[in-house]
């Protein structure tokens, strides 16, 4: 205990000799990782930034020479993800990415550069003449691959050409189905149609019937303009448009603020088309 306690004299240096300072036997401290600054209104919580923060620069640690330049590497890095997500998922899916590729770099360095070798040239005369190297060992055909096996639709004809296609004539069953014309049982040189073509307009499925313009709903109304049900309309007289709240884009009403599901807040005697 006495010799822990024990304080080392003060020592005056003698004339002519330089002074000369204690080396010091403990080790430097090391730099100050950095910290994410706390924002109580951002989009991502800085919890969750210094996290990744700290596990940028554990990545950047094995790619780069020194700690400053890892610090900075990894500080850039973050800011830059934070700056580009609109939300906390797009940033946690940003971050994922940016730690693989770090460890993508990491093992690349480990495993040290690949040899790559530079493909041999060879021309087309020296493949034909058999001059280039390993032209020996290669084969070449004016045909293409398959031809002489293949069989083209061109040379079917007459009743090969028939028997072919004969799957894939339609029953008459199928030919009313599909409502292809047939001739007519009584009338000659007539045709008959056994299914009738549905021509409905866009947004109508009667012909009274019509769609309201301002809340979607259909609802009956008849030529000379009167209503057999009067209903009331109850609508969104504003536009739809996307904004940002609390961090994600959503769609609201320039009238009352609400979103897609939400009621009319304006309310007509009857609907309009």
Known sequence: M???N??????TAAKGIQRQAHTPTVPIATLKRPTVEVNTSSKVPTNVRQRYLNMFIDECLKICPNEEQAY????????AVFTRC???????????????RYRTEAQAQNSGKVEQKTPVKLSHASLLDGSGPGASKTTYTLHRSGGAGRVQGEDFTGAELYKRLTP??????????????????TRGGAAKFYSEVK?????????YEKLCVRCGKVFEVYP??????RQECVYHWGKAWKKKIAGNIDTRYTCCQGDLTSEGCQVAKLHCS
């Open 2 to 4: 006495a010799a822990r």
């Open 6 to 11: 024990k304080k080392t004299s003060a020592v």
């Open 72 to 79: 900075k590497k990894a500080k850039e890095e973050e800011e």
């Open 86 to 100: 609109s939300n906390k998922k797009i940033y946690l899916n940003l971050v994922v990415n940016t730690i693989k």
């Open 168 to 185: 894939y004539v339609l029953t008459e069953e199928q030919l009313k189905e599909n409502n292809f014309p047939r001739p007519h049982s």
């Open 199 to 207: 021509t409905t307009q866009k947004g109508s499925t009667k012909g």
């Open 224 to 229: 000379n303009g009167k209503y057999p049900v």
